[in-house]
């Protein structure tokens, strides 16, 4: 299941020639800086994740156009007129984002390749945090295959890219992405009200998180 991520706090926003529309003064403050390189595969008990590339687009947009009436009223990036190009436009820009820091996006895959879904963080340097986002396709739904990879990539998050909180915001409409976040084993923070605009209207966001602490 999809879920939202709070207006001006990163992550992705509706897409505007395929990228994310951002409103960053100073997009030098969203950036981490990796001494190391960092794992571009994660291996997982049912799913693994790699690094999005271009030749996953194809696939990316089957299962988005498969998922659009849950995808419609749960993301704001979705519309039923994008086509495979919108989605390679946005794999370049990621590919591209996460050389510079700014923003790791990772396709969810089956064990023999079939493509689910994916997670994606966008960072905040000087707090050291990100903003973990994911979907699934409407296909594989309710096999645990979200609350997965949320554990996975949020590990990955902290142990590999050294930050010090992943969040989670999920409008509170969308309560199959919250049962994914709870069975991840992230820590419900609270309720924050009106904290997300959806269709012209306020919704309350329920928080997660998951800090160092949280995997030994």
Do not use: C
């Amino acid at each position: 299941p999809p879920h939202l991520r709070p207006p001006r706090a990163g992550g992705r926003r509706a897409l505007v020639d395929g990228r994310p529309e951002e409103r960053v003064a100073d997009r030098t403050r969203l950036r981490v800086s990796i001494a190391r390189p960092v794992p571009t595969e994660l291996e997982g008990e049912s799913i693994r994740l790699r690094r999005l590339s271009v030749d996953d687009a194809t696939n990316m947009h089957a299962a988005a156009v498969e998922s659009a009436a849950q995808l419609e009223t749960t993301v704001p990036w979705f519309s039923r007129g994008m086509t495979v190009e919108s989605f390679r436009s946005f794999a370049t820009w990621a590919w591209e984002a996460w050389d510079r820091g700014e923003h790791y996006e990772l396709s969810i895959l089956a064990s023999d390749g079939t493509y689910l879904g994916s997670a994606g963080l966008s960072v905040d340097a000087t707090t050291m945090s990100t903003n973990l986002q994911y979907w699934v396709r409407t296909s594989v739904t309710r096999r645990g295959v979200a609350s997965e990879a949320a554990r996975l990539v949020s590990r990955w998050a902290i142990q590999a890219l050294g930050l010090q909180r992943v969040e989670i915001f999920i409008s509170d409409h969308n309560v199959p992405s919250q049962m994914a976040a709870r069975k991840s084993g992230a820590h419900f923070e609270g309720v924050l009200r009106n904290k997300i605009r959806w269709d012209e209207r306020a919704h309350d966001a329920h928080v997660f998180s998951f800090v160092p602490g949280d995997f030994g």
